[in-house]
């Protein structure tokens, strides 16, 4: 038995550590996913005014700031019992939309891609693993080559996003009561003038990419398959009843299921908390508790019915019903790109409905009391924000991230997080370069930096060796 550490995995959103023990076969026999740095986003928006929470839950994140901006602002109309117009939730749509595009094309080309092609042998692409590279020097250089277009489809794509949404990564324009923005003639001409260039690329290039890689590491269909258990909250708004694109739903056993809010509940056991474990978020407290005894990370353990459940791309294709083939690594590469071209195709239909010059705004009041949940979809999976309100400031807020599902710990019972069930039964060709536990973690696409924000300088080597990912 031995163990292998990797900290931190480079190539995604902030400071994760991952730690597996390896049997004498160098199978996965355990694993652990830990972030590194805390986040205390919750307790700094107490006693602030509720509409605040919408500018400054957006820089938990740089990369999906528009989700919880929508999310904290759904919180707050929800407390006012409030509905935004169809103009405001199609606006809405297309700044999310936006997001969704450039934070999957993201992913895929600079994120996930560059653990299956030898990137060029210069910096920042040296040094790096040279483990199972299947493909030819030709579709290398091609891949390298989409690779670099990928980079000024992401400008494009945050350029479209910001003519409604007034800049981004975060955005000034998405707050309670609606989108502040009044589109003009020409705004919609430019948005569409993107949307198009970008559309083209995800049917012309993103499509046969995924697909090539698909077909090159067909094996990675059965890796990294995990519980199988799927959760999406739902998705862009298609009407002012709750329609969704993607709806709210689970996936158990292969089952597609309803969901239910309450049935979440958060747990502390192994995380560096010491408030209450095994708590629905609306009446949860986080307190911060830094070397507690059995505790190895700073995110805590959302559970479904006591279940872990995956969230992300896969989980909201699957419960629409676009993608079923399975849950894998490459199932995960799949289905996002399902995804990216469905959001791409009806963001030319909400286009259509905007009303030029018509306000999407409605100057809502303060709540002076009371409670809301703000749910959507951020890229890698299920959002939500959790608020209470009382005499006009925030009491209480609340927020689950994708990550915090996904790459959360073992909770109170014993069961591992999403990543952590993945990475078991993985087979380690070289544990020098473990290549196969980058591919899985990345095939998440987690953001710790959504999960958490502040880091002691000390560390403690618990393995036998440490293996540090390199490259890019």
């Given at each position: 038995?031995?163990?292998?550490?990797?900290?931190?995995?480079?190539?995604?959103?902030?400071?994760?550590?991952?730690?597996?023990?390896?049997?004498?076969?160098?199978?996965?026999?355990?694993?652990?996913?830990?972030?590194?740095?805390?986040?205390?986003?919750?307790?700094?928006?107490?006693?602030?005014?509720?509409?605040?929470?919408?500018?400054?839950?957006?820089?938990i994140c740089g990369l999906c700031p528009v989700s919880h901006a929508i999310a904290s602002s759904k919180a707050v109309e929800k407390a006012l019992n409030f509905t935004p117009n169809l103009q405001a939730i199609l606006l809405r749509?297309?700044?999310?939309?936006?997001?969704?595009?450039?934070?999957?094309?993201?992913?895929?080309?600079?994120?996930?891609?560059?653990?299956?092609?030898?990137?060029?042998?210069?910096?920042?692409?040296?040094?790096?693993?040279?483990?199972?590279?299947?493909?030819?020097?030709?579709?290398?250089?091609?891949?390298?080559?989409?690779?670099?277009?990928?980079?000024?489809?992401?400008?494009?794509?945050?350029?479209?996003?910001?003519?409604?949404?007034?800049?981004?990564?975060?955005?000034?324009?998405?707050?309670?009561?609606?989108?502040?923005?009044?589109?003009?003639?020409?705004?919609?001409?430019?948005?569409?003038?993107?949307?198009?260039?970008?559309?083209?690329?995800?049917?012309?290039?993103?499509?046969?990419?995924?697909?090539?890689?698909?077909?090159?590491?067909?094996?990675?269909?059965?890796?990294?398959?995990?519980?199988?258990?799927?959760?999406?909250?739902?998705?862009?708004?298609?009407?002012?009843?709750?329609?969704?694109?993607?709806?709210?739903?689970?996936?158990?056993?292969?089952?597609?299921?309803?969901?239910?809010?309450?049935?979440?509940?958060?747990?502390?056991?192994?995380?560096?908390?010491?408030?209450?474990?095994?708590?629905?978020?609306?009446?949860?407290?986080?307190?911060?508790?830094?070397?507690?005894?059995?505790?190895?990370?700073?995110?805590?353990?959302?559970?479904?019915?006591?279940?872990?459940?995956?969230?992300?791309?896969?989980?909201?294709?699957?419960?629409?019903?676009?993608?079923?083939?399975?849950?894998?690594?490459?199932?995960?590469?799949?289905?996002?790109?399902?995804?990216?071209?469905?959001?791409?195709?009806?963001?030319?239909?909400?286009?259509?409905?905007?009303?030029?010059?018509?306000?999407?705004?409605?100057?809502?009041?303060?709540p002076t009391s009371g409670a809301g949940i703000g749910l959507t979809e951020a890229p890698r999976g299920a959002l939500g924000h959790w608020l209470s309100v009382s005499s006009s400031k925030i009491s209480r807020y609340q927020i689950?991230?994708?990550?915090?599902?996904?790459?959360?710990?073992?909770?109170?019972?014993?069961?591992?997080?999403?990543?952590?069930?993945?990475?078991?039964?993985?087979?380690?060709?070289?544990?020098?370069?473990?290549?196969?536990?980058?591919?899985?973690?990345?095939?998440?696409?987690?953001?710790?930096?959504?999960?958490?924000?502040?880091?002691?300088?000390?560390?403690?080597?618990?393995?036998?060796?440490?293996?540090?990912?390199?490259?890019?």
């Amino acid at each position: 038995m031995s163990t292998l550490v990797l900290d931190p995995i480079t190539r995604l959103e902030g400071h994760l550590k991952v730690e597996v023990t390896l049997d004498a076969n160098n199978n996965v026999t355990a694993a652990k996913a830990a972030g590194n740095l805390y986040r205390d986003f919750e307790n700094m928006l107490i006693n602030r005014v509720p509409k605040d929470a919408a500018f400054l839950t957006q820089r938990i994140c740089g990369l999906c700031p528009v989700s919880h901006a929508i999310a904290s602002s759904k919180a707050v109309e929800k407390a006012l019992n409030f509905t935004p117009n169809l103009q405001a939730i199609l606006l809405r749509n297309l700044i999310q939309g936006s997001n969704f595009i450039s934070s999957n094309i993201l992913h895929f080309y600079h994120l996930a891609l560059m653990d299956f092609i030898q990137g060029p042998q210069m910096s920042p692409w040296t040094p790096g693993y040279t483990q199972d590279f299947r493909f030819n020097s030709t579709d290398t250089q091609n891949l390298i080559n989409n690779y670099v277009t990928a980079l000024s489809i992401r400008r494009k794509a945050h350029e479209m996003g910001a003519i409604f949404g007034g800049k981004l990564p975060h955005v000034g324009n998405v707050v309670p009561g609606g989108v502040t923005a009044t589109p003009t003639s020409t705004d919609i001409n430019n948005f569409r003038t993107y949307l198009n260039d970008i559309t083209s690329f995800i049917t012309n290039t993103y499509q046969g990419d995924v697909n090539k890689l698909a077909s090159t590491y067909s094996d990675y269909y059965n890796v990294g398959q995990g519980y199988g258990n799927l959760i999406s909250y739902g998705v862009f708004d298609t009407n002012t009843t709750g329609s969704k694109l993607f709806p709210a739903g689970t996936v158990t056993n292969g089952t597609v299921g309803s969901f239910s809010e309450p049935n979440i509940k958060e747990y502390v056991g192994h995380s560096w908390y010491s408030s209450p474990s095994g708590v629905n978020p609306a009446s949860e407290t986080t307190t911060p508790s830094y070397g507690k005894t059995g505790a190895y990370t700073w995110l805590k353990a959302p559970r479904y019915n006591g279940q872990s459940y995956e969230a992300g791309s896969l989980a909201r294709t699957w419960v629409s019903g676009d993608y079923r083939n399975g849950v894998s690594v490459m199932d995960r590469h799949k289905a996002r790109y399902t995804e990216t071209a469905k959001i791409a195709s009806n963001m030319q239909t909400w286009l259509d409905q905007i009303v030029v010059g018509t306000s999407a705004y409605t100057n809502v009041s303060t709540p002076t009391s009371g409670a809301g949940i703000g749910l959507t979809e951020a890229p890698r999976g299920a959002l939500g924000h959790w608020l209470s309100v009382s005499s006009s400031k925030i009491s209480r807020y609340q927020i689950i991230t994708p990550t915090c599902w996904n790459a959360s710990p073992m909770d109170d019972s014993g069961n591992v997080g999403p990543i952590e069930k993945a990475l078991i039964g993985t087979h380690v060709a070289d544990p020098n370069q473990p290549i196969e536990l980058l591919r899985i973690v990345h095939s998440f696409d987690p953001c710790t930096g959504c999960s958490v924000h502040v880091m002691s300088p000390e560390g403690v080597e618990m393995s036998n060796f440490i293996v540090q990912p390199l490259g890019v």
